[in-house]
């Protein structure tokens, strides 16, 4: 990583970028919990959900701090990710409350894998709160065994499930793809942490973990008895 003042200062805009994407994402991920719970068939599935939604505005909440720390708004510095993430959001609007479920469970650990594959090209202390955020497993842990008991309860729903999983993974890679075509900030932190790279080696990094990402998804959706 460079180390003269413009090298530090375009470093601490592709972090305040990343903080800006992830803060939205957390914020939105709350508000989109909050109001699935309300169609939960049960008070306790109620409670489970509304659980982790406040888990997701906790996130919310540290990466914020993070921000501030950095003398950026956080606002300002969501904004700019806003559209990208409302429109992903728009794209994939659960039908019904197993449908929630499902989305739920492919955002958190989709976006858990991007990240953490992220968190290899910056520094440590960006790294640290990147895997303080994605390394819980209490939200991920109930969403799973929840699709899994709904699936034991009626096994008529794994073809839909199915379906819908792998429209979410294309919707969220594509917002993954958009985003980063339309900010760049990812290719650039790649460039900056990786001497001698090029925008090629930044496409080709992007493409790796978009393939990781993958295949993750598609080994958790045979955990869950889903083809993948």
């Given at each position: 990583m460079g180390t003269s003042?413009?090298?530090?200062?375009?470093?601490?805009?592709?972090?305040?970028?990343?903080?800006?994407?992830?803060a939205y994402?957390?914020?939105?991920?709350?508000?989109?919990?909050s109001s699935d719970a309300r169609y939960s068939p049960t008070l306790h599935d109620?409670?489970?959900?509304?659980r982790i939604a406040v888990i997701e505005f906790?996130?919310?909440?540290?990466?914020?701090?993070?921000?501030?720390?950095?003398?950026?708004?956080?606002?300002?510095?969501?904004?700019?990710?806003q559209s990208?993430?409302?429109?992903?959001?728009?794209?994939?609007?659960?039908?019904?409350?197993?449908?929630?479920?499902?989305?739920a469970y492919v955002v958190d650990t989709v976006s858990a894998d991007f990240y953490r594959a992220v968190a290899r090209f910056v520094d440590p202390g960006t790294r640290e709160l990147i895997q303080q955020i994605q390394s819980s497993e209490e939200a991920t842990?109930?969403?799973?065994?929840?699709?899994?008991?709904?699936?034991?309860?009626?096994?008529?729903?794994?073809?839909?499930?199915?379906?819908?999983?792998?429209r979410l993974l294309g919707e969220a890679v594509t917002q993954a793809q958009r985003v980063?075509?339309?900010?760049a900030f990812l290719g650039a932190l790649f460039v900056e942490a990786e001497p001698g790279a090029t925008d090629a080696t930044?496409?080709?990094?992007?493409?790796?973990?978009?393939?990781e990402v993958a295949d993750n998804h598609s080994r958790r959706m045979v955990q869950l008895g889903l083809s993948g």
């Open positions: 003042s413009a090298d530090t200062a375009r470093y601490d805009r592709f972090v305040a970028d990343l903080f800006g994407v992830m994402g957390e914020l939105s991920a709350f508000e989109r919990l109620r409670a489970v959900i509304g906790e996130h919310y909440e540290l990466v914020s701090a993070k921000l501030a720390e950095m003398g950026v708004d956080v606002e300002n510095a969501m904004l700019p990710f990208a993430v409302d429109h992903f959001h728009e794209r994939t609007r659960p039908a019904d409350w197993y449908e929630s479920l499902m989305k842990g109930v969403l799973r065994e929840r699709l899994k008991g709904a699936l034991a309860d009626d096994p008529r729903l794994a073809s839909r499930l199915a379906l819908w999983g792998r980063g075509h339309e900010h930044a496409r080709e990094l992007m493409r790796g973990i978009t393939a």
